[in-house]
């Protein structure tokens, strides 16, 4: 991960919490069986939708190039609907109508990156991100929460890892970083009302938590227009939304 620039130093008391996160890996007896009962919703949901096309996924590289003169280099960091779920191509996805959003605004080039993986949490992307090299882009998206809400990660240790991603992300460079809420839990049709309604709940409550860290670093947060299915259709509803707030970044 590149070293490049300097964290904001008002994220000092954010990184105070941050660094306890190694605790927090042991999850307290408390939150045993929320976290029993979240990791059981998980392989419920992914059971009953294996077959569905909302668990396919782009095929080649993760990468959307639109032609043009001093291309704007864009990040996507994130789990499943930042994958591309339920497309073949990233032009179809996120990446792609975010790419064409932004070469049309600026009639400028585009290359979005993706780095994601379907069943990510923020825990395990924060573990893993100096495997991804962050120097050279312009703004990076976060896009993550959906598997967390599924698997109802505990309050704290979603604020650890939020934390933690967005001090590491704003420390790395000079883009400029976005965070996105959580995607609409109506995509759990297939599972019963009562896991809907608390795997709705947990993704509010995430986004909650996500509001507060994005508030107090200066982060701007992306709220996502729900949606009941992972369609190009959505795709081009979030990456306008995502794009518009890229575009306020890059031209402040």
């Given amino acids: 991960m590149s070293s490049q620039g300097h964290a ?8 105070e919490g941050s660094a306890t996160r190694g605790h927090e890996d042991r999850v307290p007896l408390r939150e045993l069986p929320h976290t029993a009962l979240g990791a059981l919703l998980w392989r419920l ?3 009953r939708t294996q077959q569905e096309r909302e668990w396919l996924y782009p095929v080649g590289p993760p990468v959307v190039r639109i032609e043009g003169v001093d291309p704007v280099r864009i990040l996507i960091i994130g789990d499943g609907p930042a994958a591309g779920c ?11 109508f975010l790419a064409r959003h932004v ?4 009639q400028r080039g585009v290359v979005v990156t993706v780095r994601a993986q379907p069943a990510a949490s923020a825990r395990s992307t924060l573990k893993h991100l100096d495997d991804t090299d962050l120097a050279g ?6 896009m993550l929460a959906t598997t967390d809400a599924f698997c109802l990660t505990p309050r704290r240790r979603w604020r650890s890892s939020m934390t933690g991603l967005v ?3 704003k420390g790395a460079g000079r883009a400029s970083v ?6 609409s839990m109506q995509l759990t049709e297939s599972l019963s009302p009562f896991a809907r309604r608390l795997t709705g709940n947990h993704a509010r409550m995430l986004n909650i938590e996500t509001s507060m860290v994005c508030a107090f670093s200066g982060t701007p947060m992306i709220s996502l227009d729900p949606a009941s299915d992972l369609t190009p259709s959505t795709y081009a509803k979030w990456g306008r939304r995502i794009g ?3 575009l306020d970044a890059l031209l402040r």
């Fill in 8 to 15: 904001d130093p008002t994220l000092s008391v954010l990184a």
């Fill in 45 to 47: 949901f992914r059971a």
């Fill in 86 to 96: 339920g497309v073949l191509i990233h032009e179809l996805g996120v990446a792609g």
């Fill in 103 to 106: 070469a049309e605004c600026l």
């Fill in 137 to 142: 882009y312009d703004s990076i998206v976060l």
């Fill in 167 to 169: 001090l590491a992300l």
């Fill in 178 to 183: 976005l965070v996105t809420g959580a995607a």
């Fill in 244 to 246: 518009k707030h890229v």
